[in-house]
Protein backbone atom coordinates (compact mmCIF):
# COMPACT_ATOMS: atom_id res chain seq x y z
CA UNK A 1 0.00 0.00 0.00
CA UNK A 2 1.18 3.19 -0.71
CA UNK A 3 -0.24 6.81 0.78
CA UNK A 4 0.34 10.07 -0.65
CA UNK A 5 -1.27 13.27 1.58
CA UNK A 6 -2.25 16.11 0.03
CA UNK A 7 -4.10 19.83 0.95
CA UNK A 8 -1.45 21.86 3.53
CA UNK A 9 -0.51 24.96 3.68
CA UNK A 10 -0.68 27.93 5.18
CA UNK A 11 -4.67 29.08 7.02
CA UNK A 12 -5.20 31.80 9.16
CA UNK A 13 -6.56 31.19 13.22
CA UNK A 14 -10.26 30.51 12.77
CA UNK A 15 -10.13 29.29 9.63
CA UNK A 16 -10.52 25.49 7.47
CA UNK A 17 -8.63 23.38 5.95
CA UNK A 18 -9.04 19.81 4.53
CA UNK A 19 -6.41 17.33 3.83
CA UNK A 20 -6.55 14.15 1.37
CA UNK A 21 -4.73 10.99 1.95
CA UNK A 22 -5.00 9.22 -1.26
CA UNK A 23 -4.31 5.49 -0.73
CA UNK A 24 -3.30 2.82 -3.12
CA UNK A 25 -2.10 -0.67 -3.45
CA UNK A 26 -5.34 -2.07 -1.91
CA UNK A 27 -9.05 -1.33 -1.22
CA UNK A 28 -9.66 1.14 1.72
CA UNK A 29 -11.39 -1.36 3.46
CA UNK A 30 -8.48 -3.44 3.99
CA UNK A 31 -7.31 -1.22 6.14
CA UNK A 32 -7.08 1.46 9.12
CA UNK A 33 -6.03 4.70 8.61
CA UNK A 34 -4.75 7.13 10.92
CA UNK A 35 -3.69 10.73 11.14
CA UNK A 36 -0.98 12.24 12.57
CA UNK A 37 0.97 15.20 13.06
CA UNK A 38 4.46 16.14 14.34
CA UNK A 39 5.22 19.83 15.48
CA UNK A 40 8.74 20.96 16.02
CA UNK A 41 10.20 19.66 19.04
CA UNK A 42 7.51 17.63 19.52
CA UNK A 43 6.30 13.83 19.44
CA UNK A 44 4.10 12.38 16.99
CA UNK A 45 0.33 12.77 18.11
CA UNK A 46 -2.67 10.52 16.96
CA UNK A 47 -5.08 12.70 15.87
CA UNK A 48 -7.84 10.12 14.87
CA UNK A 49 -8.44 6.67 12.80
CA UNK A 50 -10.69 5.54 10.59
CA UNK A 51 -11.48 1.89 9.60
CA UNK A 52 -13.49 1.59 6.30
CA UNK A 53 -15.08 -1.89 6.85
CA UNK A 54 -17.13 -0.70 10.09
CA UNK A 55 -17.03 3.03 8.94
CA UNK A 56 -16.13 3.58 12.99
CA UNK A 57 -13.97 6.29 13.79
CA UNK A 58 -12.16 7.39 16.46
CA UNK A 59 -10.89 11.11 17.55
CA UNK A 60 -8.00 12.41 19.76
CA UNK A 61 -9.35 15.08 22.68
CA UNK A 62 -7.23 17.56 21.11
CA UNK A 63 -9.42 17.73 18.33
CA UNK A 64 -12.40 16.36 18.83
CA UNK A 65 -15.41 18.16 18.01
CA UNK A 66 -13.12 20.43 15.13
CA UNK A 67 -11.69 17.45 13.01
CA UNK A 68 -13.46 15.37 11.17
CA UNK A 69 -12.47 12.32 9.20
CA UNK A 70 -14.20 11.13 6.07
CA UNK A 71 -13.61 8.77 3.22
CA UNK A 72 -14.48 8.24 -0.86
CA UNK A 73 -14.44 4.99 -1.06
CA UNK A 74 -14.96 5.32 -4.76
CA UNK A 75 -11.95 7.45 -4.82
CA UNK A 76 -9.52 5.29 -2.10
CA UNK A 77 -9.23 8.48 -0.38
CA UNK A 78 -9.16 9.71 3.09
CA UNK A 79 -9.88 13.19 4.25
CA UNK A 80 -9.09 15.17 7.47
CA UNK A 81 -10.98 18.13 7.59
CA UNK A 82 -10.07 20.61 10.17
CA UNK A 83 -11.75 23.27 11.43
CA UNK A 84 -11.54 26.08 13.69
CA UNK A 85 -7.83 25.93 13.73
CA UNK A 86 -5.56 27.24 16.21
CA UNK A 87 -1.65 28.08 16.04
CA UNK A 88 -1.11 25.20 18.04
CA UNK A 89 -1.89 23.26 15.06
CA UNK A 90 0.96 23.69 12.91
CA UNK A 91 2.61 20.55 12.29
CA UNK A 92 3.80 18.20 9.69
CA UNK A 93 0.43 15.59 9.06
CA UNK A 94 0.36 12.56 8.26
CA UNK A 95 -1.63 9.80 7.29
CA UNK A 96 -0.75 5.63 7.87
CA UNK A 97 -1.97 2.46 7.22
CA UNK A 98 -2.90 -0.21 9.41
CA UNK A 99 -4.18 -3.87 8.42
CA UNK A 100 -7.72 -3.37 9.54
CA UNK A 101 -8.04 -6.20 11.99
CA UNK A 102 -4.61 -4.35 14.06
CA UNK A 103 -6.05 -1.24 14.51
CA UNK A 104 -9.91 -1.35 15.78
CA UNK A 105 -10.71 2.06 16.43
CA UNK A 106 -11.65 1.29 20.20
CA UNK A 107 -7.15 0.96 20.39
CA UNK A 108 -7.76 4.57 19.44
CA UNK A 109 -4.75 4.80 16.55
CA UNK A 110 -2.03 2.66 18.13
CA UNK A 111 1.09 4.07 16.62
CA UNK A 112 2.99 0.65 15.93
CA UNK A 113 0.67 -1.13 14.03
CA UNK A 114 0.66 1.91 11.45
CA UNK A 115 3.58 0.41 9.43
CA UNK A 116 3.14 2.66 5.95
CA UNK A 117 3.00 6.59 6.10
CA UNK A 118 2.57 8.92 3.87
CA UNK A 119 5.31 11.69 3.16
CA UNK A 120 3.76 14.57 5.17
CA UNK A 121 2.11 17.46 4.73
CA UNK A 122 2.84 20.68 6.03
CA UNK A 123 -0.17 22.83 7.88
CA UNK A 124 0.64 26.24 9.03
CA UNK A 125 -1.91 28.37 11.12
CA UNK A 126 -1.12 31.80 11.38
CA UNK A 127 -2.56 34.62 13.82
Known amino acids: VQLVESGGGLVQTGGSLTLSCKVS????????IGWFRRAPGKQRDGLGC????????YYADAVKGRFTISSDKADNTVYLQMSALKAEDSAVYYC?????????????????????WGQGTQVTVSS
Open 50 to 57: YTDRDGKT
Open 96 to 116: AAAPFYSAPYYYRCPLPSYGT
Open 25 to 32: GGPLDDYA
